[in-house]
Nanobody
Framework: QVQLVESGGGSVQPGGSLRLSCAAS????????VGWYRQAPGDQRELVAT???????NYGDSVKGRFTISRDNAKNTVYLQMNSLKPEDTAVYYC?????????WGQGTQVTVSS
């Protein structure tokens, strides 16, 4: 049974940075589509950043140029470097992994950006 464990969330002032990590208990990252999504209160879950098995990346418009997604298949871990954080980035961030046969979600980690 696969578990995704997220870490790195917390509170930061506007303009600050955080780095999120998501580690899988199983060896599922190689060949998988992985990414980060977020959900603010009252909003639907939205795409933040994704990275394919070929390391092709995609970013939501609101985070493009500020966030960077990366992956380490050997460690079964995906990262999200978040720079120049804004209050509107405040949300619960979820790790996502799509394999050939299954979809997996982390339980989420809170990111709060406020002065």
């Amino acid at each position: 049974q696969v578990q995704l464990v997220e870490s790195g969330g917390g509170s930061v002032q506007p303009g600050g940075s955080l780095r999120l990590s998501c580690a899988a208990s199983g060896s599922i990252f190689r060949g998988s589509f992985v990414g980060w999504y977020r959900q603010a209160p009252g909003d639907q879950r939205e795409l933040v950043a994704t990275i394919t098995s070929y390391s092709s990346t995609n970013y939501g418009d609101s985070v493009k140029g500020r966030f960077t997604i990366s992956r380490d298949n050997a460690k079964n871990t995906v990262y999200l470097q978040m720079n120049s954080l804004k209050p509107e980035d405040t949300a619960v961030y979820y790790c996502y992994v799509r394999t050939w046969g299954n979809n997996y979600w982390g339980q989420g980690t809170q990111v709060t950006v406020s002065s």
